[in-house]
């Protein structure tokens, strides 16, 4: 500002307070008895205002928030992610997770992964991986039932035995719609894992969620065919925050990670819906 528009603003400031602030003599300014009172409060005032933008400032480059549904945050995500604290030991990570949609406007989170087409107004969307399911349970749930062939499982206990899922899953092998069923139903695939461990049910999962539990025959996946409802995973953040540094490293770190499981899976998870 030039000297004539700090004089205006001292000038404006002193007309609202009523008293002189400063003394001019000679040439020079000092502050007068007044303002020599209300220096501390505010040079504390501008002090407090400094440390809190610090603050904010400090936690928006370490703090890393992601927000992501129970089923793929308690799996696939929580049990690699301590590889990208390795990476980058300067960020603190926090992971919530709510199937609730996430609204960006009232601060506190980073970035999500969510399902969906993709397209969300005013976001940045990165395709992870088209949904998938399959039926998957116990071992011991297999032989128990003596599962050979995938009409087996019209008789079986279903988790979620009325769930869409199960209609297209049976649709895509050729099998008619099954008839409405009582059954339990559980809000996420860890609670349907945790059921299935103790020798009840099978239920629609996403195999990508539960690769070390199949690979180890913990679980194991009756049928390899897959249903895929038509959307995806997707990595979405304000278009806004594009270029942030711990975005962009999470960003970079999520892909890493999937094309390392791109084996694991056919070609059709790894491209986007129609």
Known sequence: ???????????????????????????????????????????????GIADAFDGLREEDEDVLSIDTS????????????????????????????????????????????????????????DFLFSQHYAPICSPAFVENNDISKPEDLLQVERLGPNDALWTGWFARIGIGTPPPRRGVVLDSQLQEATAMQGGFGIAMMTPLFWKP??????????????????????????????????????????????????DFLPPEVWEPPL
């Open 1 to 47: 500002m030039t000297q004539a528009a700090i004089s205006y603003q001292i000038r404006q400031l002193e007309d609202r307070v009523g008293k002189p602030l400063f003394v001019r003599e000679k040439g020079r300014v000092r502050l007068s008895d007044s303002g020599r009172r209300l220096l501390p409060a505010v040079s504390s005032g501008f002090a």
């Open 70 to 125: 129970v089923s793929m945050g308690a799996t696939w995500l929580s049990a690699r992610v301590g590889r990208f604290q390795v990476r980058h030991p300067d960020l603190a990570v926090k992971i919530s997770l709510t199937n609730d949609v996430i609204d960006f406007g009232l601060g506190g989170v980073d970035a999500a992964i969510r399902a969906g087409l993709g397209e969300w107004d005013g976001l940045r969307s």
């Open 213 to 262: 539990d199949l690979e180890s025959g913990r679980l194991v996946q009756p049928f390899p065919t897959l249903y895929f409802p038509g959307n995806a995973q997707w990595l979405v953040h304000p278009a806004a925050r594009v270029g942030i540094r711990k975005i962009e490293r999470f960003r970079e770190w999520i892909h890493a990670e999937l094309a390392a499981d791109r």
